[in-house]
């Protein structure tokens, strides 16, 4: 996987004391359009401390023109913010 780090608008589930599930998200691709994509599974959720900024990675997988798609989200904790990490 490439690390690509774009900023993404995305809507989330939140659950009493879980983590954040999200559901589907969007980011603006190099040909100035929204790209939207639908998260069919969440493979695993893993917290992450770099330089004292916490966040959590999120692994997931979304078949897209009938091919399976795995990427990475991250979740900036203390900034609030989504972020397509890896692709």
């Known amino acids: 996987m490439k690390i ?3 900023p993404i ?3 989330i589930w939140f659950k009493e ?3 954040p599930q999200p559901l589907k998200f969007r980011f603006l691709s190099d040909d100035a359009s929204y790209v939207t994509i639908k998260i069919d599974r969440i493979v695993e959720i893993l ?3 770099i330089a004292g900024n916490r966040s959590l990675i999120y692994r997931c997988q979304s078949i897209m023109e009938n091919r399976e798609f ?3 989200l991250k979740y ?3 900034e609030n913010r989504w972020l397509l990490y890896k692709l």
């Open 4 to 6: 690509i780090s774009k």
């Open 70 to 72: 795995r990427y990475e």
């Open 9 to 11: 608008q995305a809507i």
């Open 47 to 49: 917290p992450q401390k």
């Open 17 to 19: 004391k879980e983590h």
């Open 76 to 78: 900036l904790l203390d």
